[in-house]
């Protein structure tokens, strides 16, 4: 059929021009002619069967059609998954082909993806067979595995890649935006939360030597909610703001003027934005809100969800407020669920260092200021992942029990409570 009904580019663009009358009307040839437009397409994509671009002639990693990036779920090690080569048309004798897991590929991508991926550890990744061979008359190879072999050296927040590359081959080359599938391992982990008490919520107010007033920031919480109500039925989740309160990055549900009690309010210095995300209970999600001088954009897992505009702002970061801690309101406005994995940073991450943070990041990351994991699971301190010393000791917290502007201090540590079950867990 291949032979028989063979039409190329040039043929496509005579037909349009020798259809074309002077001043005939481009619509109304579309209109009376959608069944030659539908016959031509099926002439040009008609080939001998096989599903192949007989434009090109090369390599590829099977899987790269998709995209450079594929998971690769790791439970419990061994792990193994199937790589395959693939050519562009049947080949006409055995072909050789040979594979390398090549570590310093990662670095490449990053510099090219804005990302920050990490090579596996040494010694935690091999490659069974470094040869493939596709048959004569096929168009794919024979498998080979890569095994993850350990994870002791993991280290909790990093994603890790593991770059598979042809390195050559006895008679065709790669294509060379197919030439490399990166691994992404991905674990199943579970992890303690903070579990909400309407009696836990308060303040924690820093020393003033340990302010920052940041022009640039990005705010992030994991939270799940046990319960939404209608609008005016407010939850609030948290605040980070300068020590009077000033400047407030605040998160609520339920505000009046959102589109439900299960919309998310954040606000912020100078104004507000509602989340477009209907949040739901039994789930956890990741907010992440960013600041980039210009312009505030909220995200929620890692995809974009609303911004607005607002010139030479500054978060003032002296004060963690856990709930709404005035007066008789922390009951009225009880945020019930569990919390983790508050993270505040001097820079606006872009969405792709976000979406790397999905689960957990690495302490060390750059730009982070302070990164409460929440998953202490004993205790009532929120201990600062960075190092930093922003520490949150729940014995010395400050609240405005009586509404009328005066901080009182309050030992709360008898409130903070840990839960682990089957619904705290997560693919990293």
């Given at each position: 059929m291949?032979?028989?009904?063979?039409?190329?580019k040039f043929?496509?663009?005579?037909?349009?021009?020798?259809?074309?009358?002077?001043?005939?009307?481009?619509?109304?040839?579309?209109?009376?002619n959608?069944?030659?437009?539908?016959?031509?397409?099926?002439?040009?994509?008609?080939?001998?069967?096989?599903?192949?671009?007989?434009?090109?002639?090369?390599l590829?990693?099977?899987?790269?059609?998709?995209?450079?990036?594929?998971?690769?779920?790791v439970?419990?090690?061994?792990?193994?998954y199937?790589?395959?080569?693939?050519?562009?048309?049947?080949?006409?004798?055995?072909?050789?082909v040979?594979?390398?897991?090549?570590?310093?590929?990662?670095?490449?991508?990053?510099?090219?993806?804005?990302t920050?991926?990490?090579?596996i550890?040494?010694?935690s990744?091999?490659?069974?067979d470094?040869?493939?061979?596709?048959?004569?008359?096929?168009?794919?190879?024979?498998?080979?595995?890569v095994?993850?072999?350990?994870?002791?050296?993991?280290?909790?927040?990093r994603?890790y890649l593991?770059p598979?590359?042809i390195?050559?081959?006895?008679s065709?080359?790669?294509i060379?935006?197919?030439?490399?599938?990166?691994?992404?391992?991905?674990?199943?982990?579970s992890?303690?939360?903070?579990?909400?008490?309407?009696?836990?919520?308060?303040?924690?107010?820093?020393?003033?030597?340990?302010?920052?007033?940041?022009?640039?920031?990005?705010?992030?919480?994991?939270?799940?909610?046990?319960?939404?109500?209608?609008?005016?039925?407010?939850?609030?989740?948290l605040?980070?703001?300068?020590?009077?309160?000033e400047?407030a990055n605040?998160?609520?549900?339920?505000?009046?003027?959102?589109?439900?009690?299960?919309?998310?309010?954040?606000?912020?210095?100078?104004g507000?934005a509602?989340s477009?995300?209907?949040?739901?209970?039994?789930?956890?999600?990741?907010?992440?809100?960013?600041y980039?001088?210009q312009?505030?954009?909220m995200?929620?897992?890692?995809?974009?969800?609303?911004?607005?505009?607002?010139?030479?702002?500054?978060?003032?970061?002296q004060?963690?407020?856990?709930?709404?801690?005035?007066?008789?309101y922390r009951?009225?406005?009880?945020?019930?669920?569990?919390?983790?994995?508050?993270?505040?940073?001097?820079?606006?991450?872009?969405?792709?260092?976000?979406?790397?943070?999905?689960g957990?990041?690495?302490?060390?990351?750059?730009g982070?200021?302070?990164?409460w994991k929440?998953?202490?699971?004993?205790?009532?301190?929120?201990?600062?992942?960075?190092?930093?010393?922003?520490?949150?000791?729940?014995?010395?917290?400050?609240?405005?029990?009586?509404?009328?502007?005066?901080?009182?201090?309050?030992?709360?540590?008898?409130?903070?409570?840990?839960?682990?079950?089957?619904?705290n867990?997560?693919?990293?």
């Amino acid at each position: 059929m291949k032979n028989q009904t063979t039409y190329n580019k040039f043929s496509v663009l005579r037909f349009f021009r020798d259809s074309f009358p002077p001043r005939f009307s481009v619509l109304r040839f579309c209109r009376n002619n959608v069944l030659s437009l539908c016959s031509f397409a099926l002439l040009l994509s008609c080939t001998d069967g096989d599903g192949f671009d007989y434009s090109k002639n090369g390599l590829l990693i099977t899987g790269t059609e998709q995209g450079a990036i594929q998971n690769f779920v790791v439970e419990e090690t061994p792990a193994t998954y199937p790589i395959t080569v693939k050519t562009t048309k049947k080949t006409d004798t055995d072909l050789t082909v040979s594979l390398a897991i090549d570590p310093s590929l990662v670095e490449n991508y990053n510099a090219v993806n804005n990302t920050s991926y990490y090579p596996i550890p040494e010694g935690s990744v091999e490659l069974e067979d470094s040869q493939v061979i596709i048959k004569q008359g096929s168009a794919q190879s024979s498998a080979v595995n890569v095994r993850v072999i350990n994870t002791e050296g993991f280290q909790e927040g990093r994603t890790y890649l593991i770059p598979v590359t042809i390195r050559q081959s006895s008679s065709l080359e790669a294509i060379e935006a197919s030439r490399t599938l990166f691994l992404k391992v991905a674990r199943r982990i579970s992890f303690y939360s903070l579990k909400t008490d309407l009696n836990a919520s308060s303040n924690y107010i820093f020393p003033d030597e340990k302010r920052q007033d940041l022009s640039a920031w990005t705010i992030e919480f994991k939270c799940y909610s046990n319960v939404f109500g209608r609008v005016g039925d407010i939850k609030r989740v948290l605040a980070i703001e300068g020590k009077n309160e000033e400047e407030a990055n605040m998160f609520r549900f339920g505000e009046n003027g959102s589109a439900g009690g299960d919309v998310l309010q954040w606000v912020l210095p100078g104004g507000r934005a509602f989340s477009n995300t209907h949040f739901q209970t039994g789930r956890w999600y990741l907010v992440s809100c960013t600041y980039d001088g210009q312009n505030f954009t909220m995200y929620v897992d890692g995809i974009f969800d609303v911004t607005t505009s607002g010139s030479g702002k500054v978060c003032p970061f002296q004060r963690f407020e856990l709930g709404m801690s005035w007066g008789n309101y922390r009951r009225s406005q009880f945020f019930n669920g569990r919390l983790a994995e508050v993270r505040l940073w001097n820079r606006a991450l872009s969405a792709a260092e976000i979406n790397l943070g999905l689960g957990s990041v690495d302490p060390h990351s750059e730009g982070l200021v302070a990164y409460w994991k929440m998953n202490e699971g004993e205790g009532h301190i929120f201990h600062d992942a960075t190092g930093n010393g922003y520490d949150m000791d729940w014995t010395d917290t400050w609240r405005d029990d009586r509404e009328n502007g005066q901080l009182v201090a309050h030992d709360y540590s008898q409130y903070i409570q840990w839960i682990i079950d089957e619904q705290n867990q997560y693919i990293q």
